[in-house]
């Protein structure tokens, strides 16, 4: 008679630790559209106005350090229209690039007559685009190999260092955008002078687990590894290390498009027009009931730990930036749990971890862990990643990729500076609330193509030289089978891939793995 090994237990019972959801600081923009400012009347000029007054003095102040000892003494003309020729000056406004293969207004106008649409452009960059710089004065062109090299896109305040040419355009050497805006949390765990009494506090790593594109109701599902991912972060799937692992998750976020797409089918838009009955031609791999299984599993989830849901591109909800919150009521029972939480698209959010281990964690489930832990408060900046991919299409690749364009918005203190040039957006009248005046800790940006991250740094010199803000790109899960764990401590990201053999539609391992990315 065989001997088999007996199943291995915790020395203690595995509880989850608290975290708490913190009001928003004075310089978090809010995204909620409310009635006041529900209307569509204002001209979208106001928004490049609004904009240029909230970063103009950040570029201003940076630029005058940067050139201050520049050969030449450049002085500052304060309208671009200004510039005297010959003379080496600096002046600050909204870029514009004037670029042929951007979509064009008529083009829709055609599609109302009938006319068949141009194929989508995977790229609206090409070798005739041009550069201008305008303020409200007027527009100057900028030229130039550092022009080409400066990674700019329509709408990103910066300043331009040069001289004009004999027939008119500005011939740039330097450019200077804001920088890091600074950080939103204080330099609490950050700051290795900070004195922690290490006999009744000890360094337990809490996790922030983030996922994007579950796309249910998909041609392709994959709903055997979003079980997997349901089991996993509940804590019933896995050895005794996957499951302590899941214990130190502290809350989930889902990054969009959690509903998939409508499906085209063979004959596009040709099938599209004919009309359909609920449950007539359902197709072999099409759930009709894509919401009632989203809202299961989110009842699930919600059960055992916090769950942030974003909307999407291929959600049900409205197309312009900043999409507002789902309706509670679409997730049913789920809804009805304290620890579900409905974000715009995009959102701020900050979280507390490391709270005492005689408070109770949200919802009303008590801790009975004795663990004293050192608090951190993280902000956390969180898209659904709209604005990285409309951006990725005014640059070549390589050498550009998302996670350069995702750095360059925090440098530019604008989270999607082409609206609404390329970019769908509320017309805002008053205010820009995608300008950044605060830097998050950690900033996520779903619905992209590949897995990545980075650690963004202010540049040299600047007061906030030691801080960083931990970017995460995460792709669809439904395709990749990933899950980004961030430690809400140290920053660091792990890899988790989700894959069941022959049944995930990313296909993958038959059981979950991992990856650590650190610092880089």
Not at 28 to 35: R, T, Y
Not at 269 to 296: M, R, W, Y
Not at 303 to 327: E, K, M, N, Y
Not at 349 to 371: K, M, N, Q, W
């Amino acid at each position: 008679m065989s001997r088999t090994e007996p199943i291995p237990a915790p020395c203690s019972p595995l509880t989850r630790y608290p975290s708490a959801v913190l009001p928003p600081t004075r310089n978090s923009p809010s995204f909620i559209i409310d009635a006041k400012n529900k209307s569509y009347k204002h001209q979208y000029s106001n928004i490049y106005f609004t904009r240029l007054a909230m970063l103009k003095r950040p570029v201003f102040e940076r630029a005058r350090e940067r050139w201050k000892d520049v050969e030449g003494n450049p002085v500052y003309v304060s309208r671009v229209l200004d510039v005297v020729k010959s003379q080496l000056c600096w002046v600050l406004g909204t870029v514009y690039m004037d670029m042929p293969l951007k979509p064009n207004v008529l083009e829709d106008l055609g599609r109302d007559h009938s006319l068949p649409p141009p194929p989508r452009r995977e790229k609206i960059c090409s070798d005739e685009d041009s550069v201008m710089l305008e303020d409200e004065s007027g527009r100057i062109k900028l030229v130039g190999e550092r022009v080409k090299s400066a990674h700019l896109v329509t709408g990103v305040i910066t300043a331009a260092l040069g001289i004009e040419t004999p027939n008119g355009d500005f011939e740039v050497v330097d450019t200077c955008t804001a920088d890091l805006a600074p950080f939103a949390e204080a330099d609490g765990f950050d700051n290795p002078c900070m004195d922690v009494d290490s006999s009744t506090a000890s360094q337990v790593d809490e996790y922030l687990a983030v996922v994007s594109g579950l796309s249910i109701g998909g041609d392709s599902p994959a709903d055997a590894q979003i079980q997997m991912l349901v089991e996993y972060l509940s804590g019933e799937l896995g050895g005794q290390d996957d499951q302590t692992l899941a214990s130190q998750v502290t809350r989930l976020i889902i990054a969009g498009n959690s509903l998939s797409s409508v499906f085209d089918g063979e004959n596009g838009d040709e099938e599209e027009k004919k009309p359909k009955k609920f449950g007539a031609t359902v197709q072999a791999n099409f759930s009709p009931h894509p919401n009632s299984i989203l809202s299961s599993h989110l009842q699930d989830l919600v059960s055992t730990l916090p769950v942030h849901i974003l909307p999407g591109a291929d959600d049900p909800s409205g197309a312009i930036l900043p999409q507002q919150p789902f309706p509670r009521a679409m997730f049913g029972r789920a809804a009805s749990f304290e620890t579900f939480h409905c974000e715009t698209n995009p959102a701020w959010i900050r979280i507390h971890c490391g709270a005492d281990s005689d408070s109770t964690l949200e919802g009303g489930v008590p801790s009975t862990s004795r663990i004293s832990r050192v608090p951190v408060t993280r902000s956390l900046l969180v898209t659904s990643g709209q604005p990285v991919l409309d951006m990725y299409k005014y640059f070549p690749t390589p050498p550009f990729t998302f996670i350069s364009i995702a750095a360059s918005t925090l440098r530019w203190r604008h989270i999607a500076p082409t609206a609404p040039d390329t970019l769908w957006c509320h017309p805002y009248r008053e205010r820009d609330p995608f300008v950044l005046e605060e830097t998050p800790d950690i900033y996520i940006i779903g619905g992209m193509l590949e897995f990545d991250t980075a650690l963004v740094r202010p540049e040299h010199g600047s007061e906030n030289a030691s801080r960083r803000c931990r970017v995460v790109l995460v792709p669809s899960f439904s395709e990749t089978g990933v899950l980004a764990l961030v430690n809400m401590r140290t920053l660091d990201v792990l890899r988790l891939n989700f894959g069941v053999e022959s049944m995930s539609a990313g296909g993958g391992q038959a059981k979950p793995s991992k990856e650590t990315m650190q610092e880089g």
